[in-house]
């Protein structure tokens, strides 16, 4: 029973314009949302992240929206660039007590073609 | 600054052996997890310790599978035996305790023949 599904498994989009990153959530415990980058032979590496409280998250290019009412998280990328293709992981924790594991989505394969 | 350290980065091993797979967390982190990616079932997390203490390890797969956390700067999770279908990629991380984002290695590529 996957609790964090990416349903997109690749997107593809060319250099300058936007893309977007889907998310789907289903344990209403998750309050806390992540979102990692991974290239190749590397370990994933943390991006961006937004707390329940909040429905939107920016760093620079980066800009992370939650609609809590319908479980659904998506990451934008203004504008993409050829580096910034690679396996995009949505992740989730509940806060509870000492509970702070992650799960993890699929990930989503990006392509930024030049 | 030194992030996540995993040794070694590849293994293989034949069927039945013993396998260690290694990790030194970031300096001050206190909370060390261990994860499992393949392709079926993406990146599991397997168990984690808070303060050197394991506090979930219902992602642990079978009893051939342990992990330990002898002091702050280092842990291991160890397979015996193992099997080919333990072949993966194994990732540790660390954190502070607390929401936040989670630091990971560049994994262990585990080889079962």
């Known amino acids: 029973d996957q609790q964090v599904k990416q349903n997109s498994p690749s997107l593809s989009v060319q250099e300058g314009r936007i893309s977007i990153l889907n998310c789907d959530y289903t344990?209403?415990?998750?309050?806390?949302f992540l979102w990692y980058k991974k290239y190749p032979a590397e370990g994933p590496t943390f991006l961006i992240s937004?707390?329940?409280?909040?429905d939107k998250n920016e760093d620079g290019r980066f800009t992370v929206f939650l609609n809590k009412s319908a479980k659904h998280l998506s990451l934008h990328i203004v504008p993409s660039q050829p580096g910034d293709s690679a396996v995009y992981f949505c992740?989730?924790?509940?806060?509870?007590?000492?509970?702070?594991?992650?799960?993890f989505g699929k990930g989503t394969l990006l392509t930024v073609n030049p | 600054d030194a992030g996540v350290i995993q040794s070694p980065r590849h293994e293989v091993t034949e069927m039945g052996q013993e396998v260690t797979l290694r990790c030194k967390p970031i300096?001050?982190?206190?909370?060390l997890f261990w994860y499992r990616q393949t392709m079926m079932r993406g990146l599991e997390l397997l168990i984690y310790?808070?303060?050197?203490?394991?506090?979930?390890d219902s992602g642990m797969p079978e009893d051939r599978f342990s992990a330990k956390m002898p002091n702050a700067s280092f842990s291991t999770l160890k397979i015996q035996p193992s099997e080919p279908r333990d072949s993966a990629v194994y990732f540790c991380a660390s954190s502070f305790r607390g929401p936040g984002p989670q630091h990971f290695g560049d994994g262990t590529r585990l080889s079962i023949l």
């Open positions: 300096s001050g982190h206190n909370s």
């Open positions: 344990n209403s415990m998750f309050d806390y």
């Open positions: 937004i707390s329940s409280i909040k």
């Open positions: 992740a989730a924790s509940g806060s509870g007590g000492s509970n702070y594991k992650l799960t």
């Open positions: 310790f808070n303060n050197n203490v394991p506090i979930d």
